[in-house]
C-alpha cells in the first residue's frame, strides 16, 4: 500500500517560534496532499487542501498566514506553524492522494507542544 | 454543508461477538466511502472502502452501502480486543483530481475481554 511519512513525530517548542513539519508520500507521487489537526478525544479537522506546484486551499477558520504550506514536489509538503502558542498544541496529521487513487493515506501524525 | 454523523459510543462487545458500526451521510452526492480505524494517539488507518450498493466483504470485515437510504456501516465479526479504537466514517467527493474526505466524528469501540 501506499506509505506516507512525517517528520519530526514529535516536538516541543517554546512560545513564539516557528516549527515546520513535513509530509512525504514513499512510494508514489501525491497530486494532492491534505493537513489535518485533530485535539484530544476530538474528530479529525481538515485544515487545507494543497495541490502540487499550487498555493493551498484553507479552511474556513485556518489562517493562511499562520499555517504555511507548501507543496514544492509531488512527494513532499510542509507545514510551518509560525510564531507558534499553546493553543496550536495539537496532533497534525498529513495525508496524501494522487489520480491513481481515490481514498487518501495518511502520515503517523505529529504531536506538537507548545510551551 | 456536508456532514457525515457516526454515534460516539463508546461502543461495547465481548470478545467474539459482531461489532456494528453506523453512518450517515447528508451528501447525495458522495460517491465513495471508507472507513479509517485510529487507535489512540495514533493516525488513521484505512479499513475498507466501498463505492456500491450492497456489501463488501474484506476477512472479518463488512462494509454495506445504503445509496438510497445514505447509510453506510462496517460489521467487525469475531470482535478481538485489538480491534479497540475509534472507527471513523468518511465520504467522499471527488474534485479536481483529488478525493477529498468528509469525516465524521467517529465511534469508540471498546472489545471486553
Known amino acids: 500500500g501506499a506509505v506516507v511519512s512525517q517528520h519530526p513525530s514529535w516536538v516541543i517548542c517554546k512560545s513564539g517560534t516557528s516549527v515546520k513539519i513535513e509530509c512525504r508520500s514513499l512510494?508514489?507521487?501525491?497530486?494532492?496532499m491534505f493537513w489535518y489537526r485533530q485535539f484530544p478525544k476530538q474528530s479529525l479537522m481538515l485544515m487545507a487542501t494543497s495541490n502540487e506546484g499550487s498555493k493551498a486551499t484553507y479552511e474556513q477558520g485556518v489562517e493562511k498566514d499562520k499555517f504555511l504550506i507548501n507543496h514544492a514536489s509531488l512527494t513532499l509538503s510542509t507545514l510551518t506553524v509560525t510564531s507558534a502558542h499553546p493553543e496550536d498544541s495539537s496532533f497534525y496529521i498529513c495525508?496524501?492522494?494522487?489520480?491513481?487513487?481515490?481514498?487518501?493515506?495518511f502520515g503517523p501524525g505529529t504531536r506538537l507542544t507548545v510551551l | 454543508q456536508k456532514e457525515v454523523e457516526q454515534n460516539s459510543g463508546p461502543l461495547s462487545v465481548p470478545e467474539g461477538a459482531i461489532a456494528s458500526l453506523n453512518c450517515t451521510y447528508s451528501d447525495r452526492g458522495s460517491q465513495s466511502f471508507f472507513w479509517y480505524r485510529q487507535y489512540s494517539g495514533k493516525s488513521p488507518e484505512l479499513i475498507m472502502f466501498i463505492y456500491s450498493n450492497g456489501d463488501k466483504e474484506d476477512g472479518r470485515f463488512t462494509a454495506q452501502l445504503n445509496k438510497a437510504s445514505q447509510y453506510v456501516s462496517l460489521l467487525i465479526r469475531d470482535s478481538q480486543p485489538s480491534d479497540s479504537a475509534t472507527y471513523l466514517c468518511?465520504?467522499?467527493?471527488?474534485?479536481?483530481?483529488?478525493?477529498?474526505?468528509?469525516f465524521g466524528t467517529g465511534t469508540r469501540l471498546t472489545v471486553i475481554p
Open positions: 468518511a465520504a467522499g467527493d471527488y474534485q479536481t483530481g483529488a478525493n477529498n474526505l468528509f
Open positions: 512510494d508514489f507521487q501525491a497530486t494532492t
Open positions: 495525508s496524501a492522494s494522487s489520480r491513481n487513487t481515490d481514498t487518501q493515506y
